[in-house]
């Protein structure tokens, strides 16, 4: 089956109602259920078909849970979006992010 709006996929995750699909350009795309902003397109919008994640380019891992989403980007950083209802982004914005976030490590 095709997705919408993915070309290309070199990687995919699949969270508990959602997916992302990494890209050949390195760009990451999403679709599916957005309560948590677990899509990282800066809306709470349940997607039927793939958006791009605001602001994320150089993306070489994707991860998907049950409502957040973490990816690896060729800098080594590590960026999350999504639930942050058990501390999941490190930002301190409980329960739902505005992600993408670079994960602070101590």
């Known amino acids: ?3 919408p709006g993915v070309t290309g996929a070199i ?3 699949a969270g508990g109602y959602h997916s992302l699909a ?11 259920k ?3 902003r677990q899509l990282g ?6 997607r039927h078909t793939a958006v791009q994640v605001s602001g994320l ?3 070489t891992s994707v991860f998907a849970s049950g ?3 973490l990816v690896l980007r060729n800098d080594q950083a590590v960026w999350v979006f999504g639930s942050d209802m058990f501390g999941q982004l490190r930002d ?11 994960v602070s490590l101590p």
């Open 57 to 59: 380019t150089g993306v």
């Open 92 to 102: 301190g914005n409980t329960p739902s992010g505005h992600g993408p976030v670079q």
């Open 34 to 36: 957005n309560e948590d």
């Open 67 to 69: 409502g957040h989403s």
């Open 11 to 13: 990687a995919v995750a």
């Open 41 to 46: 397109d800066g809306t709470n919008t349940d």
């Open 1 to 3: 089956m095709q997705v």
């Open 22 to 32: 990494l890209l050949s350009d390195n760009t990451l795309r999403a679709w599916g």
